[in-house]
């Protein structure tokens, strides 16, 4: 793979991310994909998925788990609803994520990943060792079918989430870093927690935003890569320092409109094209 391809986010049924139709007509050579929803989930579907990846010349790079129930309309909503951290629906979606890391397999995609949700902060608590024991299940699961991990970040800071990595001392436990999220949950400036998370992030999304009047209590603003508060060229030279060479994977919530999603996912596609070359890069 070269050095840096362009990636974007997309959903094969639902979900978040872009239709995969976006993603060839703009020849985007890497996505990562929003696992189908538990129905269609089936390894047919893997295999469908698959043949067309093959036959428009494009390689999947993540699985990413969702669950039913989730929503991300507010800080304190994201708490109870995302992710594997809400108890009461924790053992269901443990097995799902079970099921989603068996279906990237038919994928023949050795990359998981997830939204954990917001880790309990004291470390010494039995929900902080719960969630612990929760996580390292599930890296055990992948691991069993030679994939890794890769926790997105935003909910915790960069310290608070590589302490909680070394808690649950998995070696096939990484990063899936989002620059804006950072931001948008108010958890820290992203380039100093990219900086510290370092070797540890094994892919990206590129996404951009605004910080908050009030950040980690109200949302920041999500916007068009390039017209947010992350600095893309400040990004992507802090992924070089940090030896980061892998897809950068365009992600951008917007409606299922694929006029719109073309006309964004371009104008990003342009930014980091520029960028790459300012840096003597691709
Ligand atoms: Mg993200």
Known sequence: MDHWPIGVFTSIDAGFGVRLEVADELNV???QVHAPHHDTRSPETAEKFLAKLEELGIQLTAVFGGFDG???????????????????????????MFEISDFATHLKCDVVA?????????TS?????????????????????????HLETGQETADALIQ???DVACDNLFVNFD????????????????????KRVRSIHCKDAKWADKPGKEWGQEV????????IQKYLETLRTIGYEGPLTIEREIP???????????????????TKQALSIG
């Open 29 to 31: 050579p890497t996505i």
């Open 70 to 96: 989730e929503s991300y309309a507010d800080i304190p909503t994201v708490e109870k609803t995302v992710g594997l951290v809400p108890i009461a629906t924790r053992e269901a979606r443990l097995k799902e």
């Open 114 to 122: 997830l939204h954990l949700g917001f880790v309990p902060h004291d």
């Open 125 to 149: 608590s039995s929900d902080y060792h719960d969630i612990v024991a929760c996580t390292r299940s599930l890296c055990q699961h992948c691991k069993k079918n030679n994939q890794n991990l």
């Open 164 to 166: 909680f990595m070394d």
């Open 179 to 198: 620059p804006a999220n950072m931001i948008l949950y108010g958890t820290g400036e992203p380039i100093e927690a990219l900086i510290k998370l370092g």
């Open 224 to 231: 068009p890569l390039g017209q947010g508060q992350v600095g």
């Open 256 to 274: 299922q409109d694929p006029e719109r999603q073309k006309s964004e996912i371009g104008g990003a596609i342009e930014v980091l094209n520029t």
